[in-house]
């Protein structure tokens, strides 16, 4: 089962920042949180991940909260390309294990 | 670099009947994964190969689905009776070893009447 929640779905304006929440209050010492999206009709894509540490790349910004049981996945500017289930996955580092996905959230960018 | 391949990308069949999907992963990736996508839920692991070995395959339901991945490259998923559950996308990823990131095919979208 995923180890995360997150709420289905929102909504966001076109050239906002778009902000999607993750809970995941079990995650273990050593596991990373990962972000993947999902674009209509296309495989899921990989955007970011992190273990403790704030992280940016040019897609987007990864927030983990202190205590690493929540974290932020913002886009900066989003675009109508951005809409996509976005799935907030947490993973050992190793790569042993599977991702496991949950339902993610499904982010409509409004134009 | 070329993505991991999958075809074909549609398959319309009727319950009973049999049924393949091919997966190239990309070039060097040892490990590959078949994950099956229904409509509205996040995708589940079926199978997961290191070069041609088996690592996981607790979640595939043996008694109708198959897989081999023989020279350690390229992968075949099999269905074989096909019901009317098993509509859903394929999804075909691999990994290169020692990388933390999955790369996904597109898929291939079974329906089953």
Redesign the interface.
């Given at each position: 089962d995923?180890k995360t929640t997150q709420p289905p779905s929102m909504d966001c304006a076109e050239g906002r920042a778009a902000n999607l929440p993750c809970n995941h209050s079990t995650i273990s010492g050593n596991e990373?949180v990962?972000w993947y999206r999902q674009i209509h009709?296309?495989?899921?894509?990989?955007i970011i991940?992190g273990l403790k540490n704030n992280e940016t790349n040019e897609m987007a910004s990864l927030i983990i909260t202190e205590d690493r049981k929540s974290s932020t996945l913002i886009l900066p500017h989003a675009t109508l390309r951005d809409t996509a289930?976005y799935?907030c996955i947490v993973?050992d580092?190793s790569?042993?294990t599977?991702?496991?996905?949950?339902?993610?959230t499904r982010l409509s960018v409004i134009a | 670099e070329a993505g991991v391949a999958q075809s074909p990308r549609y398959k319309i069949i009727e319950k009973r009947q049999s049924v393949a999907f091919w997966c190239n992963p990309i070039s060097g990736h040892a490990t590959l994964y078949w994950y099956q996508q229904i409509l509205g839920q996040g995708p589940k692991l079926l199978i997961q190969f290191q070069n041609n070995g088996v690592v996981d395959d607790s979640q595939l339901p043996k008694d109708r689905f198959s897989a081999e991945r023989l020279k350690g490259v390229d992968s075949t998923l099999k269905i074989q009776p096909a019901k009317l559950e098993d509509s859903a996308v394929y999804l075909c990823a691999s990994r290169f070893s020692g990388a933390n990131v999955l790369t996904f095919g597109a898929g291939s979208r079974l329906t089953v009447l």
């Open positions: 995923a990373y990962y009709s296309q495989g899921p894509q990989y991940h289930v799935y993973r580092y790569g042993n599977p991702l496991v996905f949950g339902k993610g | -």
